[in-house]
């Protein structure tokens, strides 16, 4: 595994994949996008430093019901989730950000007898550095072991670990950001990380009507299209491109096909577009869109499904009282353990 240790304070160490890896798979990653059709750039670009910053400013938009509704289950049920957690474990978390959720659930381990190690896995470095510095400044016992990768290499790192209990939180539904079938070889790849008596705590947006879905991610102040945007803010920064940031327009819709909101950047106008570290010229159509984002939309079953063909059951699910959100607990499947 090609993971280097970056950071080590006396309770906190952030592994990073190298540099140089990552920069190879930014570049294959936007090439195999923009030359494809339709086009798309995967949403792993958007967690540069301003990109985490502007989804922190997106969790706290009225419109945006997805973090404070999954909170709020939190707040409610962490005591009851923390009973299915061993007292010495290991609390990896996927995709954690800035860790705010993850404190409620930290304060309900540490009023019980539980010593948990902190491992988030995220894509974004300044975030963990940032996040890691401030939990070991908050919990005086806590040891974070954080790594800086994508979920995959993460995952590996992960399953090496097996002298105390895993429980893995994947929070925020950004399981939704993956097609049904990523999804799928995702949730393979986090079973193939459990024990048998590893768990997984889940949380998946559920189906509700389109205003609500559409305000959450066409929100009036504009955060949403400006961490749309910054992607090409990126592209421009990062391999050189000449993106005209006012010539694409954030563009929101349902595709009912996969039950999932899909975010486009739509362009105005006949125009080209270099990128000059990869050497490419990509054309646009007015009106043609790159398609930046799915975040799927699930219901019960179509979770109970996804789980069952990963290997995986759900044991237990909370929810809110609108039923927006669900919070799940999620074991491998007894015909799965190997
Ligand atoms: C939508 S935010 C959610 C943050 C937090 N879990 C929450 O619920 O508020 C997604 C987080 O996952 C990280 N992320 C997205 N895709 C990733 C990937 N493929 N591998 C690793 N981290 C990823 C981002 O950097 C970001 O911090």
């Known amino acids: 595994m090609n ?9 906190y160490v952030v592994q990073s994949l190298s540099a140089v890896h990552r920069t190879e798979s930014v570049h294959a990653a936007v090439r195999s996008g923009l030359t494809s059709w339709p086009k798309t750039l995967p949403p792993i670009l958007f967690y540069d430093e301003r990109g985490s910053k502007l989804f922190e400013d997106i969790s706290e938009l009225p419109e945006y019901y997805l973090t404070r509704t999954e909170q709020a289950i939190l707040d409610r049920y962490a005591p009851e989730m923390a009973t299915y957690c061993a007292g010495e474990l290991l609390l990896v978390e996927l995709g954690s950000g800035s860790s705010i959720k993850t404190r409620t659930f930290l304060d309900v381990l540490y009023a019980g007898d539980h010593r948990p190690i902190y491992q988030p896995v995220d894509i974004s470095e300044s975030m963990l550095h940032a996040t ?26 992960v399953g090496e670990q097996r002298d105390r209990q895993k429980v893995l939180l994947f929070l925020g539904s950004n399981l939704g950001n ?12 986090v079973r193939q990380a459990m024990a048998p008596d590893d768990i997984l705590f889940l949380g998946v947006d559920l189906m509700k009507p389109w205003p609500i879905l559409q305000a959450a991610y066409d929100d009036a102040r504009g955060v949403t299209a400006a961490f749309n945007r910054n992607v090409l803010v990126r592209l421009n920064r990062e391999l050189h491109a000449n993106f005209n940031l006012d010539r694409f327009r954030h563009e929101v819709l349902w ?10 950047l739509q362009s105005q106008g006949r125009q080209t577009v ?20 799915s975040s799927h939309k699930f219901t019960p079953d179509s979770l109970d499904r996804l789980c069952g063909s990963a290997g995986l ?19 491998p499947a007894v015909d799965s353990l190997t």
């Open 274 to 293: 270099f990128l000059r570290d990869l050497d490419l010229l990509v054309a646009f159509e007015d009106g043609e869109t790159i398609h930046t984002e």
């Open 178 to 189: 993956f097609s049904r079938t990523g999804a799928q070889e995702l949730l393979w790849k």
């Open 313 to 331: 059951r759900v044991e237990k699910s909370w929810t809110d009282e609108q039923g927006w959100f669900a919070l799940n607990l999620i074991v």
């Open 132 to 157: 890691a510095e401030e939990l070991v400044g908050e919990y005086p016992e806590l040891i974070v072991r954080a790594i800086a990768s994508d979920y995959d290499q993460g995952l590996v790192e």
């Open 255 to 264: 595709n009912d096909d996969v039950r999932a909101v899909e975010m486009h």
């Open 3 to 11: 993971l280097q240790t970056i950071t080590a304070n006396h309770r």
